[in-house]
């Protein structure tokens, strides 16, 4: 019995699949959120202003964007037995995206449509990190900050209160927003395509942005990048791993084949951060890492390879950087669920049979 359909290449790769509205990514380095640049977005407008955009496909007017961040902290907190389940399951100390999956599973969501539901979830992902974190040490939880969205997510994963460092923060936030159809959104909208309801598919998305990867290797960055003391360090590190033919997380993009422009926004950020904060050090191994996979395999850095040290520097524990970039993801989740079921058509691919055939029964149990 023959399969009739297209065969297409492993992993998907430079397939596509459907058209998409919201943003789109090319070879050469470009990436674009709703017809403006992500670069000028992340220098230009604040972290709920680009979330509004990519959600709803326009820049808001101020009173849409009063009510939008409005909402965004009404919905920040979680109701109490929604937080007394989060601290049981974190007393156990699973990674925070665990915990993160599970508190979206069960915790009590008041709105009832899609782009509401998805938007309280987004909402909550910062006091989840935090309060995850926190139980899972047995420390007290934070209470609920005042300022921008992002000022609040800085303070609530790092305890400080501090406008210029929140602003570093949250252009890498407006970084991992939204990049079309990478897996755990892809994983969404095939969720998504079922009609499964929005939170759901988020947990799809959720479990499918931990592995390593994906979103969980910006935690591996910084642990080799920690470990070199100098450039030379740096180059024996990629020499070893390179020589051993290992894969070196923070390396390599499926989309970006000569640069990752979020990457090189966040390297340009991350020179004038580490002077700021007397670790020029550290930029300087990131450099001699970074030119000497481009020398050695002509693979780039992605942006996981400088969020990790760009994240350090900004004194936020490696236990937060997968949820930060899932938390940030899920206003880009929202906008692939609305867009998925608004024109929806069940993802179910096909596959090619190459297993046993014929095999008989009885001569099996022979
Ligand atoms: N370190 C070393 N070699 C790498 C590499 C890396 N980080 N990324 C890719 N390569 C090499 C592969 O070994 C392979 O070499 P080969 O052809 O000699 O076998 C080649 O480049 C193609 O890699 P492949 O994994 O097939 O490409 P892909 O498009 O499927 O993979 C990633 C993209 C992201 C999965 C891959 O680059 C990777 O695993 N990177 C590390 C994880 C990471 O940083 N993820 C975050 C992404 S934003």
Redesign the pocket.
């Known amino acids: 019995m023959e399969n009739t359909g297209i065969d297409v290449p492993k992993?998907l790769?430079k397939v596509i699949v459907d058209t998409t509205a919201i943003s789109s990514t090319d070879a050469e380095g470009e990436l674009i959120y709703r017809g403006y640049h992500a670069i000028e977005l992340a220098e230009k407008l604040a972290y709920e202003e680009t979330a509004y955009l990519v959600v709803y496909g326009k820049l808001p007017s101020k009173d849409e964007l009063k009510e939008f961040s409005g909402f965004l902290s009404e919905r920040a907190s979680l109701d109490k037995k929604s937080d007394s389940i989060l601290r049981e399951i974190s007393s156990g100390r699973p990674k925070i995206i665990d915990s993160m999956r599970s508190t979206v599973s069960f915790m009590h969501i008041e709105e009832k449509e899609n782009d509401k539901v998805l938007l309280e979830i987004a909402a909550k992902m910062p006091r989840i990190s935090s309060d995850a974190f926190r139980y899972s040490r047995g420390t007290d939880t934070l209470p609920e900050p005042d300022g921008s969205l992002a000022e609040r997510f800085y303070y609530l994963i790092t305890g400080k209160a501090d406008k210029k460092d929140a602003r570093y923060f949250e252009k890498l936030l407006v970084m991992y927003m939204e990049h079309e159809f990478n897996a755990s959104t892809f994983a969404l909208r095939v969720a998504a395509s079922t009609l499964t309801d929005p939170r759901s598919a988020i947990v799809a998305a959720l479990a499918t942005i931990k592995g390593?990867?994906?979103g969980g290797?910006n935690s591996e960055v910084l642990e080799y990048m920690l470990k070199a003391q100098n450039r030379d360090d740096a180059r024996k590190f990629m020499e070893y791993k390179?020589s051993r033919?290992?894969?070196?997380?923070?390396?390599?993009?499926?989309v970006y084949k000569k640069v990752d422009p979020r990457a090189q926004f966040i390297k340009k950020e991350l020179l004038e951060l580490s002077k700021a904060k007397g670790r020029k050090e550290l930029y300087d191994i990131a450099i001699e890492m970074e030119k000497e996979m481009w020398e050695r395999?002509k693979?780039p850095a992605?942006?996981?390879f400088y969020a990790a040290i760009y994240m350090y520097l900004l004194g936020i524990d490696e236990a937060f950087y997968l949820p930060i970039f899932a938390s940030s993801r899920c206003f880009g989740w929202t906008a692939h669920y609305i867009e998925q079921v608004s024109n929806n058509k069940l993802i179910r691919p096909s596959s090619r049979y190459t297993g046993a055939s014929g095999l008989n029964i009885r001569k099996g149990k022979e």
């Not at 033919?245 to 499926?254: C, L, S, Y």
């Open positions: 992993g790769d390593p990867l994906h290797a390179l033919k290992e894969k070196v997380m923070g390396f390599g993009h499926r395999k693979i992605n942006l996981d």
